[in-house]
């Protein structure tokens, strides 16, 4: 039996060359990763952008609870998503970064990249140090 779904809403915008999107888990957000490094936060309630900002000159993955996102300068960048100030930086591959995920819940992230590896951390003091 097919899948089916109804759309109750739909959000089109144009945008640069888009590399990920995500959806928030407690916000109505949608983040938008662009190959030019901008990171872009869109209301899909409200259908307005809440916030757009670079987060290197490199491609951005994104992802929830805080604003993680992976880019392919090798880093792990992260920014409070109340006042999207840059909490933290550190280089998390040797390769671009391909895919984050954040448990929903916990301190814990996941990256994987190009080179072949997949980096697990918690806010335990394990790889990446998440307790912000």
Not at 19 to 45: F, M, N, R
Request: neutral net charge.
């Amino acid at each position: 039996m097919p899948l089916r779904l109804e759309i109750k809403r739909k959000l089109a915008q144009r945008s640069e060359r888009v590399k990920s999107v995500d959806l928030h888990p407690t916000e109505p957000w949608i983040l938008a990763s662009l190959y030019s490094g901008t990171l872009c936060i869109w209301d899909y309630q409200t259908q307005t952008m809440v916030k757009s900002f670079e987060v290197t000159e490199q491609p951005v993955y994104s992802t929830k609870k805080w604003v993680v996102a992976g880019s392919d300068d090798m880093h792990i960048h992260v920014y409070n998503y109340n006042t999207m100030d840059k909490v933290k930086v550190f280089e998390a591959h040797t390769d671009y970064i391909r895919c984050v995920a954040v448990h929903p819940t916990l301190p814990y992230v996941l990256s994987s990249s190009d080179d072949m590896l997949i980096n697990s951390g918690t806010g335990k003091g394990g790889g990446y140090a998440l307790n912000i």
